[in-house]
């Protein structure tokens, strides 16, 4: 045997060890946790025999999942969704159940040339730490030589920026409903100590059922990473600001699936997702920023919703950096708009500095607001509902593939040292494999409470699954 196998023995067994250090743990963890749930919930012994006996089973098919062999083989491809300048997205059915969902692969040798292997796992660790229904859900992620992949839910209905340019503007209501469902997605990364600071509509993903689901976290941010880089100036929003173009992570002008390269106003698709961007990221404030930026974004995709373009879209990102800048001279709303007055007080409160930007609580509360429940946005009726001839029709996508050329998609500077940290002998990204738990998934019937909803808090934070 030689060193290498030796090392590479080596380096597997430590993997093996370690991950089934980690599970033993989660599982004590989830025990512990569904005990504090139940004691909290006053159940009856009767019924807290029955969910701690739902979780044994579902730790056991954790466990025989946990075991099976998950890679690339053991999906079906049956459509590409997109490509972009790190990978693809498939339209992909599992052999073993014959579910579909999306899969995004990257490459990982794009990857590292452009130092976005951060950015991947950021990606996967949200949508695996994730309980809440308004985050597409991950379920499986997991590598080979080549390639870092995931495994998501399948939005059916295609994403919001598809919807905008099917009908061009929303009446209010409609554009009430959306709105109050992307607030609180937001509001869930938010609550998560993180950012998202990509959002458009692209990356708000219409569900079976009608309602919204945010989708492509790779920009997301920690609260505690930006504090630290606050003190050395703008390196955080520099970092950020070198990807406003169509060179965003992932997949180019990332959506629902990655799939959709194309601006509601098909003039201004170059710009990309500098058409949201608050403006003290487009600045390059040296005081940094925080989750503020994404309740700009939120007022720019509403601004979109009822006038039909972003508010400060330009046929360059030079002319729109001009006019985020300066979005005090360049805010206007159309004189011969029927847009309510509370709606672009609303937009007027979010496009604006970030100390007088209004939070996710200044949201709820305002006018604009007044008669939607925020505690029960699932049980309004979705303006538009899917309807396709079978599960596998893509009616809703455009599949637009990746033009240009590669000077679209500037390479950054060689991997760092600092990039490596993420590897573990050769290219294998450590602790990147991830199985959903089957706990997590929606079990819920007519006369009980789901597991889901049982580990999940009362105040709407996530339990962690795996």
């Not at 003290?280 to 005081?287: F, N, T, Y």
């Not at 930026?293 to 729109?320: H, M, N, Q, R």
């Not at 496009?351 to 029960?376: G, M, S, T």
Request: glycine content about 4%; proline content about 3%.
């Amino acid at each position: 045997m030689t060193s290498l196998s030796i090392d590479s023995l080596r380096e597997y067994l430590t993997r093996k060890t370690l991950q089934f250090g980690e599970l033993k743990r989660n599982r004590a963890s989830r025990k512990e946790l569904l005990e504090a749930r139940l004691a909290e919930r006053g159940c009856t012994e009767e019924q807290k025999k029955a969910y701690r006996q739902e979780l044994r089973s579902r730790e056991l098919q954790y466990l025989r999942l946990m075991r099976q062999n998950i890679g690339v083989d053991s999906f079906e491809k049956i459509q590409m969704l997109g490509r972009g300048a790190f990978g693809s997205v498939w339209l992909v059915r599992e052999r073993a159940t014959q579910r579909l969902f999306a899969m995004k692969q990257l490459r990982k040798e794009e990857m590292i040339k452009r130092r976005q292997i951060e950015h991947c796992i950021t990606e996967k660790e949200i949508m695996a730490s994730s309980m809440s229904d308004w985050i597409v859900r991950l379920h499986y992620s997991f590598q080979d030589e080549q390639y870092l992949y995931l495994v998501m839910e399948f939005a059916i209905g295609g994403d919001l920026m598809g919807l905008l340019i099917r009908v061009d503007t929303f009446p209010e209501p409609v554009a009430k409903f959306y709105m109050a469902q992307c607030c609180t997605s937001i509001n869930e990364i938010h609550k998560m100590n993180s950012f998202y600071r990509d959002a458009k509509p692209d990356n708000f993903l219409i569900m079976e059922n009608g309602h919204i689901k945010l989708s492509d976290f790779s920009l997301a941010k920690n609260f505690q990473t930006n504090r630290s880089n606050q003190n050395t100036g703008t390196s955080t929003t520099d970092s950020l600001t070198a990807t406003l173009s169509d060179a965003t992570i992932g997949l180019e002008r990332s959506t629902q699936m990655d799939h959709v390269s194309i601006s509601h106003n098909r003039a201004y698709s170059a710009v990309g997702t500098l058409d949201y961007s608050a403006v003290e990221i487009v600045r390059k404030d040296k005081s940094g920023y925080n989750h503020k930026v994404d309740w700009w974004s939120l007022g720019a995709i509403l601004y979109e919703c009822v006038f039909g373009y972003p508010p400060f879209a330009s046929d360059t990102s030079k002319d729109s950096v001009k006019k985020i800048v300066n979005y005090k001279t360049y805010l206007r709303f159309p004189k011969d708009s029927e847009v309510s007055s509370e709606c672009k007080d609303l937009i007027s409160h979010l496009l604006c500095e970030p100390e007088e930007r209004y939070d996710f609580d200044q949201i709820k509360a305002h006018p604009w607001f007044h008669d939607v429940d925020w505690n029960d946005l699932h049980s309004y009726t979705p303006p538009f509902l899917p309807t396709v001839s079978s599960p596998t029709d893509l009616k809703y996508f455009d599949f637009v593939q990746e033009q240009g050329t590669s000077a679209e998609h500037p390479v950054e500077a060689p991997a760092t040292t600092k990039q490596y940290q993420w590897f573990s002998g050769g290219n294998h990204v450590k602790n990147y494999t991830y199985r959903n738990f089957p706990g997590t998934i929606d079990c819920r019937t007519e006369t009980r409470t789901s597991l889901k909803d049982i580990f999940r808090d009362h105040d709407g934070d996530d339990g962690k699954k795996s």
